[in-house]
C-alpha cells in the first residue's frame, strides 16, 4: 500500500489554538493507554461496512479517531480491537496511516467482549509500551473521532484519583418505560439523569477486575462500563460534563456526510459559499472565515458538519 506523505488531517481540536482547549492546565505524568472498540458490525447504519471503516474524506473513520489518541504525547499505547475477519484491514489501515502507537487485537461478539479483550491485551508484552502495565486505561468508541485532549486529560487526572470517571452529557429527550402492550408506563425526571458518553477512565486493577468478576449476562447485555465497576468494585466513577462533539456515529444519516463531501467543490474563500451546501454556507458566513487552501477548508468543513449532526438527531 502506498504511504501518504503525512498523516493528514485530524478532526479534533487542535491543543493551544482553542481559547477553551487548555490542556496545558493539567499534567498527565503517569502511564496511560487507551482501549478502542471497533470490533462492530454497525447494524443500524444499513451499511455492508462497519461504520468504522467507512471513509471519509478517503481515509477510514478509525484512523481519525486513532490520531486524536496518539498526538497525545502523555498517551502510551491504543489498542484497537477488531472483529477477527477485519485484523488485516486494521493492520493495513494502521501501517498506511502511520499509527506507531496503535496495537490491532481480535476482538469479541460484543462489545463488553471486545473491551475485556483489550484491556487483557495490555498485560501482554507486547502490547506494553514503556512503563508497562498503565496505571490508567480509557476506554473510548472507535466511532465518537472528536475527543480532543482537553477532555483526555480531566478523564485521566479524575480516573487516577478516583478509581472510574465517564463524560457525561445532558439528556435532549426525556426517558421513559413502557409497558409490555406499547403503553407509557412511568418517564423519568429529565433533569436528574445524564447521558452516558464516552471517553470513559479507569486504573487499571479497577478496569480489570471489574471485567474478571462480572457475570456473561453482563458481557452480552450490559452497555455501560461505569456500571461495572461500581457494582464490582465498589467504584463510584467521576462524572465530567464534555461537549456536544463527543457523540457517536449510530445511525446512516450521520454516516452520510461522507457522501455529501464527495460532492463537494472547494473554493478557496468563504465568499464563494453559494457554491456549498446550504448547511456549511451558512456556517462559513456566520464565521467569516477564510481559507488559505483547499485543505484547510475540507478539514472545517467536515469538522463542523459533524458538529451540525448531534444537533439534527
Ligand atoms: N462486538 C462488538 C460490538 C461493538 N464494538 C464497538 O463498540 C463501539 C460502540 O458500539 P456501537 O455504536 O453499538 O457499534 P456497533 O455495534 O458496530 O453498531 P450497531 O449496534 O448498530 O450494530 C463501536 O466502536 C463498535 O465497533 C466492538 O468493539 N465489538
Ligand atoms: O456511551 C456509552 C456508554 O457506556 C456506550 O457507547 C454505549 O452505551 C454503548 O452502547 P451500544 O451497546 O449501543 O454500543
Known amino acids: 500500500m502506498e504511504r501518504p506523505a503525512d498523516p493528514g488531517a485530524s478532526l479534533a481540536r487542535l491543543p493551544g489554538k482553542d481559547p ?24 443500524r447504519t444499513g451499511l455492508q461496512t462497519p461504520k468504522q471503516f467507512c471513509g471519509l474524506m478517503g481515509r477510514p ?12 504525547s502523555w498517551i502510551q499505547c491504543v489498542v484497537v480491537v477488531v472483529a477477527t475477519e477485519s485484523l488485516a484491514l486494521m493492520r493495513d489501515i494502521a501501517q498506511r496511516y502511520r499509527h506507531s502507537k496503535v496495537r490491532v487485537v481480535p476482538g469479541g ?59 457525561i452529557r445532558p439528556l435532549v429527550s426525556t426517558v421513559i418505560a413502557t409497558t409490555s402492550e406499547g403503553y407509557l408506563d412511568h418517564s423519568l425526571e429529565r433533569a436528574k439523569y445524564r447521558a452516558s458518553e464516552m ?47 463527543l457523540w457517536k456515529v449510530s445511525h446512516r444519516t450521520t454516516v452520510r456526510m461522507r457522501h455529501l463531501h464527495s460532492k463537494l467543490t472547494f473554493p478557496c474563500r468563504s465568499r464563494r459559499a453559494p457554491h456549498l451546501p446550504r448547511l456549511i454556507a451558512l456556517l462559513l458566513t456566520a464565521e467569516g472565515r477564510k481559507f488559505k487552501n483547499q485543505m484547510q477548508y475540507r478539514q472545517f468543513a467536515c469538522r463542523e458538519h459533524f458538529r451540525q449532526k448531534v444537533h439534527l438527531h
Open 109 to 167: 461478539s460484543t462489545r463488553h467482549r471486545s473491551i475485556r479483550r483489550g484491556v487483557q491485551a495490555l498485560r501482554e508484552p507486547e502490547e506494553q509500551v514503556g512503563a508497562g502495565t498503565p496505571k490508567v486505561v480509557i476506554i473510548h468508541d472507535a466511532v465518537r473521532p472528536f475527543v480532543d485532549e482537553d477532555m483526555l486529560s480531566k478523564i485521566a487526572m479524575a480516573a487516577k484519583e478516583h478509581g472510574a470517571a465517564g463524560a
Open 61 to 72: 473513520l478509525i484512523s481519525y479517531t486513532a490520531q486524536a489518541f496518539e498526538r497525545v
Open 20 to 43: 477553551h482547549n487548555n490542556p496545558g492546565d493539567v499534567s498527565v505524568d503517569f502511564p496511560v493507554s487507551v482501549v478502542l472498540p471497533a470490533g462492530g458490525t454497525g447494524e
Open 199 to 245: 471517553p470513559q477512565g479507569f486504573t487499571y486493577e479497577v478496569i480489570h477486575q471489574a471485567y474478571q468478576k462480572c457475570t456473561d449476562y453482563d458481557l452480552d447485555y450490559g452497555t455501560e462500563c461505569l456500571h461495572l465497576a461500581l457494582q464490582y468494585c465498589g467504584t463510584n466513577a467521576k462524572l465530567i460534563e464534555g461537549p456536544p462533539t
